[in-house]
């Protein structure tokens, strides 16, 4: 079992930049990915971290503005949200994958934290 708490989600402006965190304990995983869902939306995947490679991943509708990083003495992984849209708005998971890279399938995560709001104003 994993657990997953988030955190850092809040109101923020466009052109705006928040800072999400993901706490995970438990068992041990092979990467970590925020998925978001937005109201009346699918989830969607955001960005995914591979985490003993240390690699990362990204939606094309943020690459070049999220970035995704981790801290493995604090098994934290965090999303540095820079020049927030409107169109981020949403719900934000912290999702865990045991066995593998899931890539952007949230079928793939077997964890999920219980979502962060993000609000982000025109």
């Not at 706490?23 to 978001?36: K, M, Q």
């Not at 098994?75 to 066995?99: F, G, H, I, W």
Request: glycine content about 10%.
């Amino acid at each position: 079992q994993v657990q997953l708490i988030e955190s850092g989600g809040g109101l923020a402006q466009a052109g705006d930049s928040l800072r999400l965190s993901c706490i995970a304990s438990g068992s041990t995983f092979y990467a970590l990915a925020w998925f978001r869902q937005a109201p009346g939306k699918e989830r969607e995947f955001v960005a995914g971290l591979r985490w003993n490679a240390n690699t990362t991943h990204y939606a094309d509708s943020v690459k070049g503005r999220f970035t995704m990083s981790g801290d493995n003495a604090k098994k934290t992984a965090y999303l540095q949200m820079n020049r927030l849209k409107p169109e981020d708005t949403a719900v934000y998971y912290c999702a865990a994958d045991s066995t593998g890279w899931g890539q952007q399938y949230s079928y793939n995560y077997e964890y999920w934290g219980q979502g962060t709001q993000v609000t982000v104003s025109s």
